[in-house]
């Protein structure tokens, strides 16, 4: 609950350690790589009939490129080139039918505005759980078209071609149905995946009642949420430092915990 408490400010990214923007050449390499590994493992365990495997895959392709891999990208945390890294962005966020520069301008202005009335990205945390899942049906079309308004020039032609290349793709899939449902089914599943991102990436993790940065955003600890959210439960963390890419998470949290004990927020866990 909102304590209207006056909270120190948390340590410059300095003091942690500029180690923590750093990431070795192999951790780059299968940040970008791994979307592309789960596409090949899904058509080649759909192809075999192994169904488990290949919706597994696409649960984590899901997950790796909306909360890993496209938010590197976003954030331009993976120290790839200016033209590289936009390249990737456009081409890991579409595998899951999305517009990478849109998402870019949305959590941008998500961690310029939350929890603001016009922060699309915000809007599920003021919702009831069942709001929350409902957002996500129409969400990712809701963000293209907000940034799609909000931009103008090239970056709105980008916009406007990532969007629409995902059309071709799921027309694709419905005229080769009757040789192979593989393609169909990825489209449908990585649409519903796509479902329940404002509920993981905002419902979840936010406070909008807060009147701290500290109290808006929760902090979660523990093993078990740990290995629930695959060392993806560093929101807080990611809110204070976003310049800090994702592999560093933890180690950003370990640094971080003794300023967070000392302003008093007690973070969430599941058993332990």
Known sequence: MPTNKQFDPPPRLPELGLDLLKITPIQRLWTITVPFILIVLYFVAAHFGYWAIAVGALVYLSFVTY????????????????????????????????????????????????????????????????????????????????????????????????????????LAAILVSKFTVAP??????????????????????????????LEKTKLFRGVVLSVVAMEHLYHLEHHLYPAVPHQNWPRLAKRLDPYFASQGIVPVKLWF
């Open 67 to 170: 909360g890993s891999t496209s938010h590197d990208l976003v954030h331009r945390n993976l120290g790839l080139t200016p033209v590289t890294n936009e390249i990737f962005l456009t081409l890991i966020e579409l595998l899951s039918l999305r517009s990478g520069h849109a998402y870019r301008l949305s959590h941008f202005h998500h961690h310029a505005r939350y929890p603001a009335d016009d922060d699309l990205e915000a809007a599920a945390s003021k919702r009831s759980l069942g709001g929350a899942l409902l957002e996500g049906v129409t969400f990712h079309i809701r963000l293209w078209l907000w940034a799609i308004k909000r931009t103008k020039g090239s970056e709105r032609k980008l916009i406007v071609v990532e969007g629409g290349l995902a059309m071709p793709m799921i």
């Open 184 to 213: 169909l089914i990825y489209v449908l599943l990585m649409i519903m995946g796509a479902w329940i991102t404002p509920l993981v990436t905002s419902y979840v993790p936010h406070t909008p009642s807060g009147t701290d940065e």
